[in-house]
T-cell receptor, first 113, second 111 residues
Framework: KAGVTQTPRYLIKTRGQQVTLSCSPI?????VSWYQQTPGQGLQFLFE???????NKGNFPGRFSGRQFSNSRSEMNVSTLELGDSALYLC????????????FGPGTRLTVT | EDQVTQSPEALRLQEGESSSLNCSYT??????LFWYRQDPGKGPEFLFT???AGEEKEKERLKATLTKKESFLHITAPKPEDSATYLC????????????FGKGTRLHILP
């Protein structure tokens, strides 16, 4: 079974720009979660989507948004980029259950200059 | 406030020197505790899920245990390829199933 894929793998943007990251979950997985990982804060939860609906949301400003398509693929968007948005953005997919195991993609390394 | 704390932050061991990593948590209604391994520049790799106090799971040189307040990841006779950051996460039932991660333990095994 193919794993979680994320594109692009690396991205360099300028302050004020916007960016869209993409995630394709494992086949059959309907839940997709997004995380931001930085050396200082570790892994921080952004949001989770299930069946095209946002199920949970972390404590991030409204500049961070996401969506999920009918084929479970997901995108996240960050508008008006700030230097502090530089991070590894990770996507994880799971078969929704309680508790449920998440399988992570390789991440997108975003650098804001 | 729900919290997950991992210790130590970093650990250097000689090859073959067994040790344990700690994950302590304060959450209401624990639904599950997860261990992940993360190599530099890669996404976390799922290792174990523990559901209730007293449960244990093993995989090769790794053994995870769970009590009501903490979990341990025991590494027996580690090899250099076990070097990685080990992450602990909990899923709390009263937080809409949100998953909270600890900041990890960076493990370095010297040959």
């Amino acid at each position: 079974k193919a794993g979680v894929t994320q594109t692009p793998r690396y991205l360099i943007k300028t302050r004020g720009q916007q960016v869209t990251l993409s995630c394709s979950p494992i086949s059959g997985h309907r839940s997709v979660s997004w995380y931001q990982q930085t050396p200082g804060q570790g892994l921080q939860f952004l949001f989770e989507y299930f069946s095209e609906t946002q199920r949970n949301k972390g404590n991030f400003p409204g500049r961070f948004s996401g969506r999920q398509f009918s084929n479970s693929r997901s995108e996240m968007n960050v508008s008006t980029l700030e230097l502090g948005d530089s991070a590894l953005y990770l996507c994880a997919s799971s078969q929704l259950g309680s508790p449920y195991e998440q399988y992570f993609g390789p991440g997108t390394r975003l650098t804001v200059t | 406030e729900d919290q997950v704390t991992q210790s130590p932050e970093a650990l250097r061991l000689q090859e073959g020197e067994s040790s344990s990593l700690n994950c302590s948590y304060t959450v209401s209604g624990l639904r599950g505790l997860f261990w992940y391994r993360q190599d530099p520049g890669k996404g976390p790799e799922f290792l174990f899920t523990l559901y209730s106090a007293g449960e244990e799971k093993e995989k090769e040189r790794l053994k995870a245990t769970l009590t009501k307040k903490e979990s341990f990841l025991h590494i027996t006779a580690p090899k250099p390829e076990d070097s990685a950051t080990y992450l602990c996460a909990v899923q709390a039932g009263d937080r809409d199933d949100k998953i909270i991660f600890g900041k990890g333990t960076r493990l370095h095994i010297l040959p």
